[in-house]
């Protein structure tokens, strides 16, 4: 190629957006979706409780949860890929909205496990349409070779910045109500026990929820798609998960990019799992590890979100994506390793040492995802790139799932930090062979390597030639 293609007039379905409007959009839309999930942890356990239920039953209704994640992710980014990106994340915050709704009013353990239900799927669904819509426009208005890292970074953030917003949010409403007595038994006694100060962060959730749905049938557009019939979505879907569970089989570079996700499953579920314990052990009470938790947890995302507006910086400081993974990795398997070496004792330098492992975790894990993402968009066309960012959270979760249980089942200690780290430095050693000097190429390359041609996803419907990518990294 001798020059950009044509830009913004070549589809005019994207309502001629130009990069910078695309990445505010995006960065928009990733901030009001995860905004009401964020205000939901700080208080989600305590409301079941509160509700009457028992932990089995809470352990129960997260199951459902992630249960039907794991099970509708490679059907919905299929799905997003035949009938489009707005309409499918629209969905999924139709479902949100439903779902906090429930939780927030629910008395009934069917009422809660329902809405936990449609959590998960909506979860599933926005897994990927969001980004494949950025990363569509910016390649229609820029090309190919235009800069993804910065948009998929700041998008990363607000999803990280929102997460610790919201569990302040959360966490602090219901504290507020219950500095003086009256206003919240005045709530309960007024909507006859159905609304309680710690159901308020699930129905300000749903608003919220409202409002993302608003904004994303009005802020973005997208090329018109060939008319779709009910069976044509029932054949295309099936064919989307096909293909998606082909792209770890013949791509080398998209395979380590789901291993890099599934050690990062293993990093997530370790901490989240016992990062509690240990603040309740730290504290004496649960209630005030709890406390702790949550400002620890909010911490943890402001971490994660410095961590993805830094990626572009770590990788051309690293010279190119796989180098900046790599070192990303590294930072997270340091941070297990300080979390497991200090497990025995609680004095103040350990403490400072674990929070400190705990800060490393998010930041390495927030530094990691943008730079993985970029490498993953230019393996895939237009066609399967919600399928393949479904692929990559699936493979996450999954081992995030199989981690859990199995941190849960050893015994408190060094142990299950100390693999949880080995399982995120294999992951990182996988990196070691991309990250040797790229050798002398001709014409231009976001990722500074050289380049080839794309491996497409699959032919999920018509793509017009423009929409291809000419340009990839290699495996």
């Not at 007024?190 to 129905?203: D, M, Q």
């Amino acid at each position: 190629m001798t020059g950009r293609p044509v830009p913004a007039a070549v589809s005019p379905g994207h309502g001629g957006l130009d990069g910078a409007t695309a990445r505010r959009r995006y960065v928009t839309v990733s901030f009001l979706f995860w905004l009401p999930i964020g205000m939901s942890i700080a208080t989600g356990v305590l409301l079941f409780t509160e509700r009457g239920m028992g932990l089995a039953a809470i352990a129960g209704f997260y199951a459902v949860h992630s249960l039907t994640a794991a099970a509708m992710e490679l059907p919905t980014g299929g799905l997003s890929d035949v009938i489009g990106r707005r309409p499918v994340l629209a969905i999924a915050g139709l479902l949100n909205l439903t779902a906090f709704t429930l939780i927030g009013l629910g008395a009934a353990g069917w009422a809660i496990a329902l809405g936990m239900g449609l959590m998960g799927l909506a979860r599933a669904l926005s897994s990927g349409p969001a980004e494949a819509w950025y990363v569509d426009t910016v390649h229609t208005h820029a090309g190919p070779d235009a800069d993804l890292r910065t948009g998929l970074a700041r998008g990363s953030s607000a999803t990280s910045a929102a997460l610790a917003l919201g569990t302040l949010l959360g966490g602090g409403l219901p504290w507020l109500l219950g500095l003086a007595p009256g206003p919240g038994e005045w709530l309960a006694d007024t909507t006859v026990g159905l609304v309680i100060p710690l159901s308020l962060p699930a129905l300000l959730g749903a608003l919220v929820e409202g409002v993302f749905v608003l904004y994303v049938l009005s802020a973005l557009p997208e090329p018109p798609r060939p008319r779709t019939t009910l069976r044509r979505v029932m054949g295309g879907v099936p064919a989307a998960i096909a293909a998606g569970l082909r792209l770890g089989a013949r791509d080398a570079l998209i395979r380590r990019i789901l291993l890099t996700a599934s050690a990062a499953g293993a990093a997530l579920a370790a901490v989240e799992l016992l990062t509690p314990g240990r603040a309740a052990a730290l504290m004496g009470t649960a209630e005030s590890g709890a406390l702790v938790f949550a400002g620890l947890a909010c911490a943890g995302f402001l971490c994660s979100a410095l961590g993805s507006q830094l990626a572009p910086l770590v990788a051309r400081f690293t010279g190119s994506s796989e180098r900046a993974v790599l070192a990303s990795l590294g930072l997270v398997a340091l941070g297990l390793t300080l979390l497991g070496l200090t497990t025995h004792t609680m004095s103040p330098l350990a403490t400072t040492v674990a929070v400190t492992g705990y800060g490393l975790v998010y930041l390495g894990l927030g530094a990691a995802g943008p730079n993985e993402n970029d490498l993953l968009h230019r393996r895939v066309d237009a066609s399967g790139r919600a399928t393949a960012l479904s692929v990559q959270s699936l493979s996450l979760q999954l081992v995030a799932a199989g981690a859990g249980l199995g941190a849960g089942a050893l015994p408190p200690g060094p142990l299950p930090w100390l693999l949880a780290a080995t399982a995120v430095l294999a992951g990182a050693l996988l990196w070691v062979r991309r990250a040797a000097p790229a050798p002398p190429h001709h014409g231009p390359s976001a990722t500074g390597g050289p380049v080839a041609a794309p491996v497409p996803a699959g032919p999920l419907h018509d793509t017009a030639p423009e929409e291809i990518h000419p340009h990839a990294r290699p495996t």
